[in-house]
């Protein structure tokens, strides 16, 4: 089995890893991407995840731990593995002006504008939503973003019973930090 957390990039993904770690699951990450004013408690990828398209030669490394792949690479997992999914839904509108202002404060330009990204992310999550049922080797959680934030008790006990682990979710709720929900929809 192996754990992943997957969404849209910046959908709270990152939170979800550091809610995991805190509670005692192993997480598969390399440290290569800091922490930064966009995510001050770190990313915790694995950089290893942006070949999987190409090369699935690290995925046994992965199982009994977490690792995040985002949300367009989960059809690139092989079928020979079984995978617990957690996927976060965050407002889409957010999700854009969060990347925004990543893209922005790392000196870079924003392409194109939120109506294209928008509904970009809207067929890409409509096919996913399409493919994922169908596939057997996936089980999958579905976590909106503001309701972990609003209420993190409830849903570090969701993510414990969906993982069959023993998970410290007393620990797991203290790492939210909803000063950190920064890109909020009007």
Not at 2 to 24: D, E, F, K, N, Y
Not at 89 to 102: C, G, H, P, T
Not at 156 to 161: I, L, Q
Request: glycine content about 4%.
């Amino acid at each position: 089995m192996i754990t992943v957390v997957s969404g849209l990039p910046r959908s709270g993904t990152s939170l979800v890893m550091q809610m995991l770690a805190a509670g005692g699951h192993p997480i598969l990450c390399d440290e290569l991407r800091q922490a930064d004013d966009d995510n001050p408690r770190g990313y915790l990828e694995f950089a290893k995840v942006k070949s999987l398209e190409r090369d699935t030669s690290w995925l046994p490394e992965a199982e009994g731990k977490v690792v995040k792949i985002i949300s367009f690479l989960l059809n690139k997992l092989p079928s020979q593995f079984c995978y617990r999914v957690i996927f976060l839904r965050r407002d889409l509108a957010e999700v854009v002006q969060s990347q925004e202002k990543m893209l922005l404060n790392n000196g870079r330009p924003s392409g194109p504008g939120s109506e294209v990204m928008v509904s970009h992310f809207t067929r890409h999550l409509q096919q996913l939503d399409n493919w994922l049922p169908q596939q057997s080797h996936f089980q999958v959680l579905n976590c909106s973003y503001s309701d972990l934030i609003r209420d993190p008790a409830v849903w570090s006990e969701a993510f414990r019973d969906f993982l069959e682990l023993d998970l410290d979710v007393e620990r797991m709720a203290k790492a939210v930090c909803p000063e950190l929900y920064r890109q909020r929809a009007r």
